[in-house]
């Protein structure tokens, strides 16, 4: 063994006495016979030409009196450190031939620093026995006979725990709560929030994009809100305004319907029906698109006893855009009173007898209101309109002969 922080490079005015701990003598042990201490009678430096103790030289007697020269004089180097081997100068193999039971060696302790100490500097290692914290396990025999090969096998030597490998990795509670579905649920629900908090960012875009960003998504979302709007101003159908056409808002009708409906006016009962068309003009200047009914029912109301007079249906029917287009809604004028004297009979009566009848030659008209309930295509609800008509003739005359 090398000496222990010794320095080689020899003085010739000698050299101080290292002060260094582990440079001195340790304290004597046990084993003074194995190794004994250093000999006082200075080493014979082999390096050297010749030996200043055992011959003389006219220079060397001029430098040193004493017969020896720090140039060539081993004691002139620090004192040289004990020699001790690393595990106590026993050879493990031969100890273990000798003795098999004796207790294996353990590789983990010393790094574990819970083996046998075999340093005996600063006295420690002096109480190894009562120090060591490492004890391997005693043999035990089997109580019971082995019932397999394997069971032999395994009771010919004692284990040792402190050397057993764990069976199998070493999960953490984090990494077993990850195993199941409510942790595959929480991943899942933590990488969905990092990728919102990211894309909010704009760091990524959506649906593994780039461009998909939280800016892109705002301008796209206000051009398409601007595009429904353009095409709702386009396409939504606006309620028209309605009115009578011409001067006769109720002219006679023809054909199946008139044949259906029977005109008379009948004192007792007081009950009066007649068929009859009203001509309505429709004003569609504010659509820009075609307009489609998809029905309309009508009603016609007398204004002065606030009484329903007639009814009517009108069909399916498209008007153009930006026009006052004139349609015909059929009526099935009826009305029944108490009696002759209903002023609403007698009203509407007046305006349809003969004019023969009358002194002056005039046939007297009557005030109604008609009211339209229209359901337009485009639209969720049904929409209402109404006109007026004053003094408004009856579309036919009464034989003179009625009474």
């Known amino acids: 063994m090398d000496y222990d922080r010794k320095s080689t490079v020899s003085s010739f005015y000698g050299a101080r006495r290292s002060t260094d701990i582990l440079n001195a003598n340790p304290p004597a042990t046990g084993r003074r016979s194995q190794y004994a201490a250093p000999s006082a009678r200075p080493r014979v430096d082999s ?28 004691s002139s180097f620090f004192d ?9 100068g026993v050879d493990e193999e031969e100890a273990a031939e ?45 109580t019971s006979a082995p019932k397999s090969e394997a069971d032999v096998e395994s009771t010919l030597t004692p284990v040792e725990l402190v050397t057993v490998p764990a069976l199998g990795p070493e999960w953490q509670r984090s990494e077993l709560k990850s195993m199941t579905k409510a942790g595959r649920r929480e991943l899942k629900g933590a990488e969905r929030k990092a990728k919102w908090k990211a894309w909010n960012r704009g760091d990524i875009g959506l649906f593994g994009t780039k461009w998909f960003t939280k800016k892109f998504l705002v301008f796209s979302v206000f051009g398409l809100c601007v595009l429904i709007g353009i095409t709702l101003a386009i396409t939504i159908p606006r309620v028209p305004a309605i009115t009578f056409s011409g001067s006769n808002p109720l002219t006679q009708i023809s054909g199946s319907f008139n044949d259906s409906i029977p005109t008379e006016f009948s004192r007792s009962p007081a009950n009066f029906s007649f068929p009859a068309y009203a001509n309505v003009q429709v004003d569609t200047s504010s659509n820009i698109i075609p307009l489609t009914f ?21 069909g399916k029917k498209t008007l153009p855009a930006k026009s006052f ?11 029944v009173a108490t009696n ?17 009848t009358d002194a002056n030659g005039v046939q007297p008209g009557v005030n109604f209101e008609l009211i339209l309930n229209m359901d ?26 009625s009474q």
Request: aromatic share 12%; glycine share 6%; with cysteine.
């Open 294 to 314: 998809n029905s309309i029912n009508a009603q016609v109301w007398y204004t002065s006893t606030n009484m329903q007079v007639a009814t009517g249906y009108f």
């Open 80 to 88: 040289a450190g004990r020699q001790e081997p690393v595990k106590g």
């Open 376 to 401: 337009i295509a485009g639209l969720p609800t049904t929409q209402s309109a109404s006109a007026q008509a004053a003094n408004a003739g009856c579309p036919f005359q009464l034989p003179v002969n």
């Open 47 to 74: 390096a050297s030409s010749f030996y200043a103790d055992r011959q003389s030289r006219a220079s060397h007697d001029l430098l040193n009196q004493h017969g020896q020269s720090a140039g060539y004089n081993a």
């Open 98 to 142: 000798a003795e098999p039971q004796a207790d294996s060696w353990d590789i983990y302790a010393d790094f574990n620093n819970v083996g046998p100490r075999y340093s005996t500097a600063f006295g420690i290692g002096q109480r190894q026995a009562q120090d060591s914290s490492y004890h391997q396990l005693p043999s035990s025999a089997p």
């Open 340 to 356: 002759d004297t209903d002023p609403t009979w007698v009203a509407w009566y007046d305006a349809c007898k003969n004019v023969a």
């Open 325 to 335: 287009p004139v349609i015909q809604i059929p009526l099935n004028f009826s009305y």
